[in-house]
């Protein structure tokens, strides 16, 4: 049981490439969430999914697509990178009922830099 | 939409000292307030979480205080130990059912002196 994973774990970009980043969770969870982590900012959410095929905006939307295709999977998408992109990402899942609900798993996070 | 202030940013204690940290929220509904634990280069973990309807929560070393009126809780770390130092995060939310979103706390770094 491996939880919740991100690759890649860190990336290099030129302002203006495009990047996927992938989350895998093999906890059946419905909920699935990406973050981002900026110094002194704490984590802030981009996007989520309640489920499979869907997708709904966080507080720091702007310059990010998702896409939640399979139930275990949750993809981040930067189509044009830009500086202020630069930060950690974390994915993390929950499941959508039961006595841990609440409770958000997270992964190792992957560390972008925008140049 | 809720908004969580965490003071304070930085904390160094001794070894064996107790720490503290606090967290006020905004939002008059939110009913359940976890604390995360976030180590070197790893992902955050829950480490103990409170609803509203208790006011205090012990886990070994550590508790969490809940002032509903006030709209602020607490972290207590007794005894605390080099593997205590981390980031920690405390969170807001309406446990409810279509309730999805946390808002976290800006974080403190907590240091353990040995």
């Known amino acids: 049981n491996a939880g919740v994973t991100q690759t890649p774990k860190f990336r290099v970009l030129k302002t203006g490439q495009s990047m996927t980043l992938l989350c895998a969770q093999d906890?059946?969870?419905?909920?699935m969430y990406w973050y981002r982590q900026d110094p002194g900012m704490g984590l802030r959410l981009i996007h989520y999914?309640?489920?499979?095929?869907?997708?709904a905006k966080g507080e720091v939307p702007d310059g990010y697509n998702v896409s939640r295709l399979k139930k275990q999977n949750f993809l981040l998408g930067l189509e044009s990178a830009a500086p202020s992109q630069t930060s950690v990402y974390f994915c993390?899942?929950?499941?959508?009922?039961?006595?841990?609900?609440?409770?958000?798993?997270f992964g190792p996070g992957t560390r972008l830099t925008v140049l | 939409g809720e908004n969580v202030e965490q003071h304070p940013s930085t904390l160094s204690v001794q070894e064996g000292d107790s720490a503290v940290i606090k967290c006020t929220y905004s939002?008059?509904?939110?009913?359940?307030f976890p604390w995360y634990k976030q180590e070197l280069g790893k992902g955050p973990q829950l480490i103990i979480d409170?609803?509203?309807?208790?006011g205090e929560k012990k886990d070994q070393r550590i508790a969490v205080t809940l002032n509903k009126t006030a709209k602020h809780f607490s972290l207590h770390i007794t005894e605390t130990q080099p593997e205590d130092s981390a980031v920690y995060f405390c969170?807001?939310?309406?446990?409810?059912?279509?309730?999805?979103?946390?808002?976290f706390g800006k974080g403190t770094k907590l240091s353990v002196i040995p």
């Open positions: 969170a807001a939310k309406w446990a409810g059912a279509g309730s999805y979103q946390l808002t």
């Open positions: 906890m059946n969870h419905e909920y």
């Open positions: 939002d008059s509904a939110s009913n359940y």
């Open positions: 999914s309640v489920g499979e095929g869907t997708t």
């Open positions: 993390a899942s929950s499941p959508s009922g039961g006595l841990t609900y609440n409770e958000q798993f």
């Open positions: 409170i609803r509203s309807n208790v």
